[in-house]
């Protein structure tokens, strides 16, 4: 898996957009971006994930850069309940399912 | 489905004693794993198993851990003696097979609530 460089922590207004950003600069090109939250006290939790194009589902939109080294999380408006670390993961999408979760960001939305 | 049902969800014990995790993944999942999360180390990769089988146990930090799959809805994860720094959150996921035929297929994980284990 290539490794992933987020910022440790940050801070969004309650119904602004939320953007988190990863570095993936190493990525392959078998490799996806996944992203997964982790609400406190709780298992994490699958967001979304994409290889190349943008993505967009319910929960959140995943926007990654031409060269693939980077991406964008964005949670549109954000709500408290959106309070939790967010993980960047890089990996092959094979049948070992295998995913290493760095440190993520801690994202806190306030009032 | 009731998604991945992990037990118990806490335990306490003390240093020594044979401590029994337990794991029932979503039914038709073939890829289960076992996780530890400290605040020290993060959320670490024990072991992951794919059809039953063991592929990848090197992140078991020592002799004392033991992890088995004897059927497709079953796991444990045993630790035999137990010590005070095993206390930890241990998360146990499961996936769909995943693959890279087709451009739809993928390897989401989900977690389960997690068992908070307490070694005294």
């Known amino acids: 898996d290539a490794k992933t460089t987020q910022p440790p922590s940050m801070d969004c207004a309650e119904g602004r957009a939320a953007n988190l950003p990863c570095n993936h600069s190493?990525?392959?090109?078998?490799?996806?971006v996944y992203w997964y939250r982790q609400i406190h006290s709780q298992g994490p939790q699958y967001i979304i994930h994409g290889l190349k194009n943008n993505e967009t589902n319910e929960m959140a939109s995943l926007i990654i850069t031409e060269d693939r080294k980077s991406s964008t999380l964005i949670l549109p408006h954000a709500t408290l309940r959106d309070t939790a670390v967010y993980y960047c993961?890089?990996?092959?999408?094979?049948?070992?399912?295998?995913?290493?979760f760095g440190d993520g960001t801690t994202l806190t939305v306030k009032p | 489905d009731a998604g991945v049902i992990q037990s118990p969800r806490h335990e306490v014990t003390e240093m020594g004693q044979e401590v029994t995790l337990r794991c029932k993944p979503i039914?038709?999942?073939?890829?289960l794993f076992w996780y530890r999360q400290t605040m020290m180390r993060g959320l670490e990769l024990l072991i992951y198993f794919n059809n039953n089988v063991p592929i990848d146990d090197s992140g078991m930090p020592e002799d004392r851990f033991s992890a088995k799959m004897p059927n497709a809805s079953f796991s444990t994860l045993k630790i035999q003696p137990s010590e005070p720094r095993d206390s930890a959150v241990y998360f146990c996921a499961s996936s769909h097979p995943g693959g890279l035929a087709g451009g739809s297929s993928y390897n989401e994980q989900f977690f389960g609530p997690g068992t908070r284990l307490t070694v005294l």
């Open positions: 039914s038709g999942h073939n890829s």
């Open positions: 190493t990525i392959s090109g078998n490799e996806y």
């Open positions: 993961i890089v990996t092959r999408n094979t049948n070992a399912g295998k995913s290493t």
